[in-house]
């Protein structure tokens, strides 16, 4: 009896283990009964309300299908699909409409009300019921009332992406949780159940669309046998809602079309990319459109015949002409000028062609003017191109974030890019409102994320890297969630509901990105990673093949001080902001600390308004930061009986290299920033006990090929 008993409890343990593959859909039995019966109360069945055109709709159906998993699973009680609804209540009705109730929606906005003791879920479209279904089962799985529910919500951007990196040979450019999610080599004959599960994790946040392959292109994703493998994909991505785009390598005509020449004015050239397009719609009937990496780190470009971007996108946008897609083309560029200033290369580029762009183009921008770091003030561009449609792109994937070991929430990096103040159009003209199109009326607004998902059955690597994704996800759908609401509800959905563990955990996930800064690049320095593959600190870096590759051009380290004077007397990149922005950052005795080293060159001795010396507050951060993610391992440590075993363990485990490498970046900096400032560590901080030198070759090896 008793070795019975222990079997059962060895049983019940091993099904709590959870290797994260379920994400934030877990849909595992509520544990409060007492709360499942009030849910089932309302959850008696689902019905697609009967016209003609729903019952046959795939989006509705997965509508239906994916609450009906939802809740059967949370509730623990069977909830039928009925196909007509006789008088029935207490149930969920599923309708499209453009009736007075669904007025004010956009065209995928959806509203949950009750009518007549049913739960009614509305869009102007089904894929907006869709969302209405996940937002149903998200106030279930975070235990909100249904009673007298009424949640009105429509996406303030139009274009939500996820943007893969991913080649044909199934890597991964800057991915960190194992290989390409597309398998290449065996679509379009097998399709990887893995697929659909991919599309119901975007879905439930509203994402609906994915360009499946890197930016730095390959043009066999255009040939007749990579889109019928695109193909496939888009066959099951599109009952969620999920359209496919792809990345286009710019002299495609060239490589596989036989022409000599893919300069973008010639007609052969157009024609050869009329002809393409015509063939991927064939293929694909819903296609978004193209994402576009010309002329940037070597990939070639219109430039290459004499033309312009202009030239190239519109190109593009006149073979999309006769359907339904958009052009996204990239703004990330840069030159290797040695006396130039990187930060400036994509506003002096682009801006010049402000309006010249045909109507199907959004010119994509990353959120700063460099690249991806932890912090970045937003891209100057924000708020200089009112006629033209501007897309955000955040990277998701942890390229400058400490990878899949470093647990870094990534919200709060996002939101602060969104909330900053343009002043384009006067206080207020937050980049939120250029993005969402409401500053300058855009006809066409977009949200991008570099995906950070992967074949580890996590699909992120690090499990809390699952909350990056969805919180890009959220807040491409709106905007103005706070952070905190986002991790509160990934916490709850995906580690446990337990409110005082959902406080730690979500306390802890808001401080991360601060913490990452501040045992990285405090004070506003900047790209000081290891050199090529971006991981831990090599400030020291000096014989790259260009200049803008090196560190020392970033930082500026001299027996004076350190930082980028950006101001007048020095790049003068911060002209490119409005006067008010000027104003914020252009003085040193003001600049807000975060953004000191952004653009200004500050003597070791200067006294901050912390009341320490730059010196000593540098150290003070790299000390504290390190200090940190101790804190963090001791909190996580605090809800190990709340969360289950494998995903605490998984997420224990990176913690501590986190703590470890965290105290290489301290040390690597402070000793050799040392060797400029020529100062002390501050007490009551000890000097490292390694030297220069030690951490020198340990990080070095990192970069040994
Ligand atoms: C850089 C990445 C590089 C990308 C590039 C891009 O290191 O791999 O190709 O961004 O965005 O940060 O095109």
Known sequence: MGCFLLVLLLLANSSRADDGYRLWLKYDLLRDAGKREAYARSAQFISIQNNSRASSDPVLKTAAQELQAGLQGLLGKPVPIITSVPNKTGGIILTTGTGAESQSLNDEGYQITRRQNNLVITGKSSAGVLYGAFALLRQVQTLQSLEGIALTSSPKVRYRLLNHWDNVNGTIERGYAGSSLWKWYELPERIDPRYRDYARANASLGINGTVVNNVNASSRFLTGEYLEKVAALANVFRPYGIRVYLSVYFPAPKTIGGLNTADPLDPQVRQWWANKTKEIYAAIPDFGGFLVKANSEGEPGPQDYGRTHVDGANMLAEALAPYDGVVMWRSFVYKADPKGDRFKAAYEEFKPFDGQFNRKVIVQVKNGPIDFQSREPFSPLFGAMPRTPLAMEFQITQEYLGFATHLVYEAPLFKECLESDTYAKGKGSTVAKVIDGSLHGYPITAMAGVANTGSDRNWTGHTMGQANWYAFGRLAWDHTLSSEAIAREWVNMTLTNEPAAVSQITNL?????????????????????????????????????????????????????????????????????????????????????????????????????????????????????????????????????????????????????????????????????????????????????????????????????
Request: proline share 7%; net charge positive.
């Open 509 to 705: 996930m808001l401080r991360s990105r601060e913490i990452y800064v501040d045992y990285t690049t405090p004070l506003g320095l900047h790209h000081i990673m290891g050199y090529g593959i971006h991981y831990g600190p090599e400030p020291w870096k000096a014989n790259a093949s260009r200049p803008d590759w090196n560190h020392t051009y970033y930082h500026r380290a001299d027996s004076i001080g350190v930082g980028f004077d950006r101001t007048a007397t020095g790049s003068n990149a911060l002209s490119l902001y409005a006067p008010d922005v000027q104003k914020l950052w252009g003085n040193a005795e003001t600049c807000p600390l975060p953004y000191l080293l952004w653009f200004h060159h500050v003597p070791w001795t200067k006294k901050l308004s912390t009341g320490r010396s730059l010196w000593d507050e540098l150290c003070t951060r790299y000390y504290t930061g390190v200090d940190s993610v101790a804190w963090m391992q001791r909190q996580w440590t605090q809800v190990k009986p709340v969360v289950d075993p494998e995903i605490y363990a998984d997420v224990a485990g990176r913690l501590a290299t986190q703590h470890k490498e965290a105290l290489w970046w301290r040390d690597a900096c402070v000793l050799y920033f040392q060797t400029f400032s020529r100062q002390p560590i501050p007490a009551p901080f000890k000097k490292p006990e390694r030297t220069l030198d030690d951490i020198k070759r340990l990080v070095n090896t990192y970069q040994l090929r």
